[in-house]
Structures are given as C-alpha cells and as structure tokens.
C-alpha cells in the first residue's frame, strides 16, 4: 500500500474489517435450500433412450477415447434379435464412469454420435469408498418413462435403424 503511511497500515486494515461486520452476510443454507445449478453446468452423466425404450448408446467407444482424464470405460457387444438393446448392430454392454477421475469438460458428449450421452445438473455425487464413486450402466441410464418398455425388445415393426437415427421412431 505505498499511500498509506506505514503507522496507519494496521487501522486501514481494522477499517476493513468493521466495514465487513455491519454487512447482511451472504450465506447459503445448503442442504436445506438447494438452488438450481445453472443451465449449462456440467453435472452428471446420463445415458439416454429412445421413446420406446431401447437405448442411444450404440457401444463405440467414442467417448471413453476422448476422455483426457481417461475416466470412461465402455464395452460393446452386438445386438442379437432375441436379445435387442439398441437399434442397430451393437450396444453398450459395460458402461462406466469413474467420478474420481472425471474432469467434467462434456468432450464425451461432443464425440457421442448418437445423443446417447449428456450431462444434467444433477451435482451431489457422493460416495464413503472408491467404489461408490464409479458408476454403471445401471445408474447412468435414463429411467423409463409412460410408454417404454425395458429393453431387451425388437425395434418397432416395420423400421430400420435409420429411423431411429433420424427422429422418426
């Protein structure tokens, strides 16, 4: 501070510090007042369906190659008719995210094909082991809504892959 004169360093800071006693203090009740995270806020992942149930992720493996933080791990597996996860040739068969590793820069979600990936703003990922914080297909997945059925099924009568990939079904 070269314009105060070193006597009155100490009251200039005293003085600061009894501005700041007579503000209303700035406090966030968390957890008994949640506020929405912002509309771009880059939170945990989910795994996406179509509108009939079947799933996005098509097993490709983009988005775990390109992961900086290498925390993606994804194992594909091909469709079978009796045994249909997704439209087309293959599906996620292991799916996982290490939320210890994650660095949350969305690059999975730019690299996903498909849609299959996104991020909501969902914030308290919290977990007592190491485990707890590596999250399976059985936790990313989006959760079924009115009118969808729990996959394994056939794709809807009379469409293609395609169909799905363009909107259609």
């Known amino acids: 501070m070269p314009d105060i004169p070193d006597p009155l360093r100490p009251v200039a800071g005293f003085g600061t510090t009894f501005a700041s006693m007579f503000r209303t203090p700035i406090t966030e009740q968390y957890p008994e007042e949640r506020k929405p995270a912002p509309p771009r806020y880059h ?10 149930g079947l799933e996005k992720c098509i097993g490709c493996e983009l988005c775990a190659w390109s992961c900086p933080a290498d925390a993606i791990y994804v194992e594909g597996a091909d469709n079978t008719d009796e045994e249909r996860y997704s439209p087309g040739e293959r599906y996620g068969r292991v799916y996982q995210i290490n939320y210890l590793r994650c660095i949350g820069c969305g690059l999975c979600i730019e690299a996903c094909p498909t849609r299959a990936l996104t991020m909501t703003g969902d914030y308290e990922m919290v977990g007592t082991s190491r485990d707890e914080m590596i999250y399976e297909k059985d936790r990313l997945l989006a959760p ?11 794709m809807a009568e009379g469409s293609r892959p395609e169909n799905y990939y363009r909107g259609e079904i």
């Not at 939170?43 to 009939?52: A, C, I, S």
């Not at 079924?144 to 056939?154: E, I, K, Q, V």
């Open 144 to 154: 079924l809504t009115d009118g969808m059925t729990a996959p394994p099924h056939p």
């Open 43 to 52: 939170g945990r992942h989910q795994l996406n369906r179509y509108d009939d």
